[in-house]
């Protein structure tokens, strides 16, 4: 989609990226004053050597959350209930990975390598989303996922579109579109449990207060502790902070499950009518940084999944790299 044009080794650095070393103080203010004026920053532009590191991490860890966010779903294709639910469910799994791709291209156009990337999700190096180290345990996980996370993501997604990088904005509006129908799936199966017989109601409740913890998690630590968000703000990557998205949420969906009947574990959770804000209780973060360590309930699952898929890949990438194994076939003259 948008040419691999700054590929680089890891192991050196490139000579963009050595000249890019000390950033040069005339070329930082012009840089700033564009992004500023809401001009896009593209692959071939000066941008500061931090602007680059934090784009490479931030869209990385976006790309590897949505390859292993397909995982919870996926197991669940075979046994989502009808063969509509079935079909939906294959469909948003497929979109899931297409994003996870859209953004290894954008991260590769600022110069680390897919296979670096993949190594440093298999390493553990890189992050992905706290939420997709939890288990789907039934099909109304399965639901909140769709509606309440695709929704988080949304939340996210539509404000980082309007950022200041152009390859990685262009690949969120496309991924907007489609998370629109992947929300609008998960809310009608939320509805159908939701209004459905007492024991559907009650795994969906159940599933709910099992999720509630790490979806209020997903938009990161409280701004007082959030490491990257000031520096993001200011150049525009995050277009607002980890508490105005979660609150954007709160704002957005929980008057929808409360309409529903159903109930939130979390006896503080109001909408403060003065501020206009939502009032919660903390969410336990030590959790969070513990799950987002690695040792949540499902990480180790997670990567060995994909280091399965890595492994039993690794033939069908090698075929393609090598020219003389690459099978031609003329197509027949009319
Ligand atoms: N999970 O300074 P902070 C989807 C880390 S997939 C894990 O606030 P930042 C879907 C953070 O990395 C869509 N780690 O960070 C797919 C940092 O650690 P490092 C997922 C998190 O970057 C399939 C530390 O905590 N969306 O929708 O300014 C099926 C300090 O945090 C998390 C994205 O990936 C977390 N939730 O802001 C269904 C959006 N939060 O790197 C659905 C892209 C924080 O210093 N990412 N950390 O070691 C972002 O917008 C930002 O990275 C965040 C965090 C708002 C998440």
């Known amino acids: 989609m948008y040419g691999g044009g700054y590929i680089y080794e890891d192991s050196g650095r490139s000579r963009q990226q050595e000249e890019q070393l000390q950033d040069d103080p005339v070329k930082l203010a012009a840089f700033e004053a564009r992004i500023a004026r809401g001009e896009k920053i593209e692959p071939g532009d000066w941008m500061p050597v931090e602007y680059r590191r934090q784009l490479i991490r931030l869209i990385e860890q976006h790309a590897h959350s949505e390859i292993i966010g397909a995982l919870p779903e996926g197991t669940w294709i075979t046994r989502a209930p009808g063969f509509k639910r079935k079909l939906a469910l294959i469909a948003k799994v497929q979109d899931e990975i297409g994003h996870g791709q859209l953004l290894y291209n954008a991260a590769e156009t600022l110069g680390k390598s897919r296979e670096a990337m993949i190594n440093d999700l298999l390493s553990g190096k890189s992050k992905y989303s706290n939420v997709f180290n939890y288990p789907a345990e039934t099909w109304a996980d399965v639901t909140v996922i769709g509606f309440l996370i695709d929704a988080a993501a949304i939340v996210n997604q539509v404000a980082n579109a309007k950022g200041s990088y152009g390859p990685y904005c262009r690949a969120l509006e496309r991924i907007c579109y489609e998370e629109s129908f992947h929300l609008k799936q998960g809310h009608d199966a939320f509805i159908e449990l939701a209004t459905g017989t007492a024991a559907q109601k009650a795994m969906l409740q159940d599933a709910l207060n099992r999720w509630w913890q790490p979806i209020m998690h997903f938009f990161g630590?409280?701004?007082?502790?959030?490491?990257?968000?000031?520096?993001?703000m200011q150049w525009k990557v995050k277009m607002a902070s980890n508490d105005d998205?979660?609150?954007?949420?709160?704002?957005a969906y929980v008057p929808k499950i409360w309409e529903l009947g159903l109930t939130l574990p979390d006896t503080l959770l109001k909408k403060n009518q003065e501020t206009g804000k939502w009032e919660y209780s903390d969410p336990d973060w030590d959790l969070f940084f513990e799950v987002i360590k690695g040792n949540g309930p499902c990480n180790k699952e997670r990567l060995n999944v994909r280091k399965w898929a890595e492994e039993h890949g690794s033939w069908i990438r090698k075929?393609?790299?090598?020219?003389?194994?690459?099978?031609?076939?003329a197509l027949p003259v009319a």
């Not at 075929?319 to 076939?329: G, P, S």
């Open 221 to 232: 630590p409280p701004d007082k502790v959030s490491s990257h968000s000031e520096k993001l």
């Open 245 to 251: 998205m979660r609150n954007q949420f709160l704002e």
């Open 319 to 329: 075929a393609l790299m090598r020219e003389e194994e690459r099978e031609r076939t």
